[in-house]
């Protein structure tokens, strides 16, 4: 153990004094590289604040702009898919119809055009000349058109899209 007294030299007491303030760091350079880290991190944050209103007004501006363009669309092909809906119904109806007026259509071959233009051809070509040179009396058709559909009532047109044209025929089809 060191006892100190006041026998002792002044020179180990200065040489005591020097070390401890050698060994004491220097509280200005320790409080410089401080204010020089808290400069930078500040700095770091005043680029992510900069950073995070860049993001924000962009998003402002896609929210205040392209939103109202997407429900413009949204609703432009909600007509659309009304319209696809509408010719895909109407197609099933003149499928239906088509279908309808083929079976009358075979029907009415059946029942008055085809026989009678097999049997006058097999009649003229047997050699029978009182057979072959007699003419047939056309049987009236009994044959009425079934009543069908106007494209117009399912699917209306303007007035100033479609040219005036002469009325030809009245009939419906």
């Given at each position: 153990?060191?006892?100190?007294?006041?026998?002792?030299?002044?020179?180990?007491?200065?040489?005591?004094?020097?070390?401890?303030?050698?060994?004491?760091?220097?509280?200005?350079?320790?409080?410089?590289?401080?204010?020089?880290?808290?400069?930078?991190?500040?700095?770091?944050?005043?680029?992510?604040?900069?950073?995070?209103?860049?993001?924000?007004?962009d998003t402002s501006q896609i929210?205040?702009?392209?939103?109202?363009?997407?429900?413009?669309?949204?609703?432009?092909?909600?007509?659309?898919?009304?319209?696809?809906?509408?010719?895909?119904?109407?197609?099933?109806?003149?499928?239906r119809h088509v279908s309808f007026?083929?079976?009358?259509?075979?029907?009415?071959?059946?029942?008055?055009?085809?026989?009678?233009?097999?049997?006058?051809?097999?009649l003229g070509s047997s050699g029978?000349?009182?057979?072959?040179?007699?003419?047939?009396?056309?049987?009236?058709?009994?044959?009425?058109?079934?009543?069908?559909?106007?494209?117009?009532?399912?699917?209306?047109?303007?007035?100033?899209?479609?040219?005036?044209?002469?009325?030809?025929?009245?009939?419906?089809?």
């Amino acid at each position: 153990m060191l006892l100190l007294d006041a026998d002792r030299p002044e020179p180990v007491r200065g040489g005591a004094r020097d070390l401890a303030v050698f060994l004491t760091p220097e509280p200005g350079a320790e409080a410089k590289e401080v204010e020089e880290t808290i400069e930078g991190l500040l700095l770091r944050l005043e680029e992510f604040c900069s950073l995070a209103d860049m993001i924000r007004s962009d998003t402002s501006q896609i929210l205040e702009e392209n939103i109202p363009l997407l429900k413009a669309k949204v609703v432009e092909m909600r007509g659309i898919y009304a319209k696809v809906d509408q010719l895909e119904a109407f197609v099933k109806m003149v499928r239906r119809h088509v279908s309808f007026l083929e079976a009358h259509v075979l029907r009415a071959e059946r029942d008055h055009g085809a026989l009678s233009q097999t049997l006058r051809k097999w009649l003229g070509s047997s050699g029978l000349p009182a057979l072959g040179n007699k003419r047939w009396a056309p049987v009236a058709p009994t044959f009425e058109l079934p009543a069908l559909y106007r494209t117009e009532d399912y699917f209306p047109v303007d007035v100033g899209e479609v040219m005036p044209r002469a009325p030809s025929c009245q009939r419906r089809l």
